[in-house]
């Protein structure tokens, strides 16, 4: 279970790390911040988190101004010292509202209500994975594709195209020969039938096999440029919203 401590007082901070690890020694902490700034960019990043610890009263301004900003869907235990914003903070994703000094009883009874809540979901999202899992395992992936090379037919394995890319209303694949061919399915149709082990949509009109990337360079906003084997194009992004889980497919 990974959590998360927005709070600008490092010695609440501190207290809630220590109070945490002595009730849910398996948690952990995965990242502490101070302002509301420090969140929305966080939070920005698209990273998941399964529970927040928040301060109402942050060093740039009220954490309510978060949600403002940025979608927040995990749930919240609010710690504060202002008993006049409990109203308002149930209406933002709350399982309780701790009033400083935190309290140890009162800390594990809001932890307690959030495994309640969360319960039927973790077992849902469990079915969900295994079914999916089941599927992965059972489904069957195209091997090769019927190609038209003017008046002539070919049979191209699917192991030997580097990426499938867009042009003009047009799907074409680059096979490890360095020539293209033009499908006639659409790239969504494509990332439908090829391994999603072995190949990753990287934006709208690129879909590459992990033996085509040569070289990856950090880009503008947080992206990633892709130098790709013989392809000329030098400005295949990955989209900013794709990065990290195309890191993790990566990194599998």
């Known amino acids: 279970?990974?959590?998360?401590i927005i709070e600008d007082e490092p010695q609440a901070v501190q207290r809630l790390e220590k109070v945490i690890r002595e009730l849910e020694p398996l948690w952990i902490v995965l990242d502490k911040i101070d302002s509301v700034k420090g969140a929305v960019r966080w939070f920005q990043q698209n990273i998941s988190i399964d529970l927040i610890f928040l301060d109402i009263q942050l060093a740039d301004g009220l954490s309510f101004e978060i949600f403002e900003q940025v979608i927040v869907q995990a749930p919240v235990i609010f710690t504060t010292a202002y008993n006049e914003y409990a109203l308002?903070?149930?209406k933002m994703n709350s399982i309780d509202y701790i009033l400083k000094p935190v309290d140890k009883d009162e800390?594990?009874?809001?932890?307690?209500?959030?495994?309640?809540v969360t319960k039927p979901i973790l077992q849902?999202?469990?079915l969900e994975n295994i079914a999916q899992a089941m599927k992965m395992l059972t489904r069957t992936y195209k091997e090769r594709f019927m190609i038209k090379t003017g008046e002539h037919l070919r049979s191209i394995e699917t192991s030997s195209i580097l990426y499938f890319f867009s042009q003009e209303k047009a799907s074409f694949c680059h096979t490890n020969e360095g020539r293209s061919f033009i499908l006639d399915?659409?790239?969504?149709?494509?990332?439908?039938?090829?391994d999603p082990l072995q190949y990753f949509r990287v934006n709208r009109q690129y879909l590459v096999s992990a033996a085509a990337i040569q070289d990856i360079i950090s880009y503008t906003n947080s992206r990633l440029r892709l130098v790709l084997r013989n392809s000329t194009n030098k400005d295949i992004i990955v989209a900013r919203e794709r990065v990290q889980e195309f890191k993790d497919w990566l990194d599998r």
């Open 1 to 4: 279970m990974n959590v998360l």
């Open 124 to 126: 849902q999202t469990m």
């Open 88 to 90: 308002k903070a149930f």
């Open 185 to 194: 399915f659409t790239l969504e149709q494509l990332e439908e039938m090829v």
């Open 107 to 116: 800390l594990k009874s809001a932890i307690e209500k959030f495994k309640k």
